[in-house]
């Protein structure tokens, strides 16, 4: 089996971020730009990839995504056979960062592979190892205190058990006010966790734990810069609630110094974000070795990038979906479907898509409707 031709298209999808009308400002994304990636071969079985563009985050763009694809990664491809996937992915061993145009290509790959073997990706991982149907937490953006729990209260109704709160983007007291209505409009059986994406100082972040514990906040996510790895590990060594890397760790590498420095007690995994499934994997085993749970967080991918997410989080016992829940979010916040057959099922679960490879069919028409000019 070859691969015989690699074509990109860019997309918007629309997002709900189901919060009511909000402006446009905090980290919010009401559209997304992406990337779908097919990859055809010569024995008639094709595969399907995804690619999230999140510029103020990931310094990725798709338009940027495609250029980098259609002239200097798919080259190297055409040719080869796309079963052998590490092989494929050692060609672009040399190209510095991209993660997602990367995790893009050898989704696609993953996806023939399965289909040639007649196997899922979650079975060529080793099978599950935990129920299909996915707990997931819901994401709660910095709007004011009582949208913020008015979202939350919609959104337990509609069978969420987890509420993930953005924080950071405002001062302290106005985020501690926000976790205080939100905890009051859940009630105590739900879980919280905080998400600071960076925008605490490590005083702060020191200081807000004990409020947080208060509220029965369940961990505090990114609390410090991406970049300082040392404040983080020193956050944790001053509070008792666990802390999660996120932004922290893209790289195997970022991961291994997470490890070094004791600045986790869990580490946020997905394969955009970590440069593909096969990294992810890795950077999930080590942690497991070093006693460190993980958990498959998000960057607001659609359809085909949350299936691979799925897959992933049932296969790979350290990635600890029973007591984080996961944040494969795209299925709630994006109103148009890729797939033909959704994720969501009912409120506040993900299931794992059955049948080979990544085990959806691309509706097409819907694709292309949603293509950038």
């Given at each position: 089996?070859?691969?015989?031709?690699i074509?990109?298209?860019?997309?918007?999808?629309p997002?709900?971020?189901?919060?009511?009308?909000?402006?446009?400002a905090?980290?919010?994304?009401?559209r997304?730009?992406l990337?779908?990636?097919f990859?055809?071969?010569?024995a008639?079985?094709d595969?399907?990839?995804?690619?999230?563009?999140?510029p103020?985050?990931?310094?990725e763009t798709?338009?940027?995504?495609?250029?980098?694809?259609?002239?200097?990664?798919a080259?190297?491809?055409?040719?080869?056979d796309?079963?052998?996937?590490?092989?494929?992915?050692?060609?672009?061993s040399r190209?510095?960062?991209?993660?997602f145009?990367?995790a893009?290509?050898?989704?696609?790959?993953?996806?023939i592979?399965?289909k040639?073997s007649?196997?899922s990706?979650?079975?060529?991982?080793?099978g599950?190892?935990?129920?299909e149907?996915?707990p997931?937490?819901?994401?709660?953006m910095?709007v004011?205190?009582q949208?913020?729990?008015?979202?939350?209260?919609?959104?337990?109704?509609e069978?969420?058990?987890?509420?993930?709160?953005?924080v950071g983007?405002?001062?302290?007291?106005?985020?501690l006010?926000?976790?205080?209505?939100v905890?009051?409009?859940?009630?105590?059986n739900?879980?919280?966790t905080?998400?600071?994406?960076?925008?605490?100082?490590?005083?702060?972040?020191?200081?807000a734990?004990?409020?947080?514990?208060?509220?029965?906040?369940?961990?505090?996510?990114?609390?410090?810069d991406?970049?300082?790895?040392?404040?983080?590990a020193?956050v944790?060594?001053?509070?008792?609630?666990?802390v999660?890397?996120?932004?922290?760790?893209?790289?195997?590498?970022?991961?291994?110094?997470?490890?070094e420095?004791?600045?986790?007690d869990?580490i946020?995994?997905?394969?955009?974000?970590?440069?593909?499934?096969?990294?992810?994997?890795?950077?999930a085993?080590?942690?497991?070795?070093?006693?460190v749970?993980?958990?498959?967080?998000?960057?607001l991918?659609?359809?085909?990038?949350?299936a691979?997410?799925?897959h992933?989080?049932?296969?790979?016992?350290?990635i600890?979906v029973?007591?984080?829940a996961a944040?494969?979010?795209g299925?709630?916040?994006?109103?148009e479907?890729?797939?033909?057959s959704?994720l969501?099922?009912?409120?506040?679960?993900v299931?794992?898509?059955q049948?080979?490879?990544?085990?959806?069919?691309?509706d097409?028409?819907?694709?292309?409707?949603?293509?950038?000019?």
């Amino acid at each position: 089996m070859k691969i015989t031709s690699i074509e990109t298209l860019p997309v918007e999808v629309p997002v709900d971020r189901r919060v009511g009308q909000v402006a446009n400002a905090k980290g919010f994304r009401f559209r997304s730009h992406l990337l779908m990636v097919f990859v055809r071969t010569d024995a008639d079985i094709d595969g399907v990839g995804e690619i999230t563009a999140s510029p103020d985050w990931s310094g990725e763009t798709s338009l940027g995504a495609k250029a980098l694809i259609d002239r200097h990664l798919a080259p190297r491809l055409i040719g080869e056979d796309p079963r052998r996937v590490r092989y494929c992915m050692g060609h672009f061993s040399r190209t510095f960062a991209n993660p997602f145009a990367k995790a893009g290509l050898e989704m696609a790959l993953f996806d023939i592979l399965g289909k040639s073997s007649g196997a899922s990706v979650s079975q060529i991982l080793g099978g599950a190892v935990r129920d299909e149907q996915l707990p997931l937490r819901f994401p709660v953006m910095p709007v004011g205190p009582q949208e913020s729990a008015d979202a939350a209260r919609k959104m337990v109704q509609e069978g969420f058990g987890t509420i993930k709160l953005k924080v950071g983007h405002d001062p302290l007291e106005f985020d501690l006010e926000r976790l205080r209505l939100v905890r009051d409009a859940v009630g105590p059986n739900v879980r919280i966790t905080v998400d600071a994406n960076g925008g605490w100082s490590v005083n702060e972040a020191i200081c807000a734990a004990p409020r947080l514990e208060e509220y029965g906040v369940v961990f505090v996510e990114q609390p410090v810069d991406r970049l300082d790895l040392e404040g983080l590990a020193y956050v944790r060594s001053r509070i008792r609630l666990p802390v999660m890397a996120d932004e922290s760790v893209f790289t195997v590498q970022d991961a291994l110094r997470c490890l070094e420095l004791r600045a986790a007690d869990i580490i946020s995994v997905y394969p955009g974000k970590n440069g593909g499934l096969l990294n992810c994997v890795t950077i999930a085993s080590m942690a497991e070795a070093a006693g460190v749970h993980c958990a498959i967080g998000s960057n607001l991918e659609w359809d085909v990038g949350s299936a691979m997410m799925a897959h992933v989080s049932v296969a790979l016992p350290n990635i600890c979906v029973e007591r984080y829940a996961a944040d494969i979010i795209g299925p709630v916040f994006h109103t148009e479907r890729s797939i033909l057959s959704p994720l969501m099922e009912r409120g506040g679960y993900v299931r794992v898509p059955q049948g080979p490879g990544l085990g959806v069919e691309v509706d097409r028409e819907s694709v292309e409707r949603c293509g950038e000019a």
